[in-house]
């Protein structure tokens, strides 16, 4: 029993490892280190905006996990793409508010910093949104 043990964890390790090779893993593990950097930013200028960040960071983990362990199969109710493309749409909306109210305020280097970050973090968002849901969305029956 022992043995069977040991051997499926390599197993069970690279099934959980192989996401975080595609595209779709180095996006999402991307987007947990920029929201992990525009969240250094704005603690060190104005706390009040950190929270978009934490939460943002929060459910791209959430989300990375989901794919990482192949849950997204194992709950089939849920719509994993689409919920992921309006996860990067509000993603994309609210930081690209928050970038501009941050860059409008004029502030330190740090609280332009993070307005920069925020922009960027925007941009990429959307890009990121459109790009990963390409295989994954139904056509309508229309196009079929």
């Known amino acids: 029993m022992a043995d069977s043990e040991r051997l499926s964890a390599p197993g069970c390790w690279a099934a959980c490892t192989n996401f975080s090779r595609t595209r779709k893993g180095i996006l999402l593990f991307a987007e947990i280190i920029l929201c992990l950097v525009i969240l250094i930013c704005f603690s060190a200028s104005t706390p009040g905006y950190s929270s978009l960040s934490v939460i943002e960071m929060i459910l791209a983990a959430i989300f990375f996990v989901v794919y ?50 925020a922009m960027g973090a925007a941009l990429k968002h959307r890009v990121k949104g459109l790009r990963s849901q390409g295989p994954f969305l139904p056509l309508p029956a229309e196009i079929v």
């Open 68 to 117: 990482m362990c192949d849950l997204h199969t194992k709950i089939p109710f849920i719509n994993w793409p689409w919920s992921d493309f309006f996860r990067t749409l509000i993603a994309a909306i609210l930081y690209l508010i928050t970038s501009i109210v941050v860059l409008v305020e004029r502030g330190n280097h740090s609280k332009i910093v993070a307005g920069v970050k």
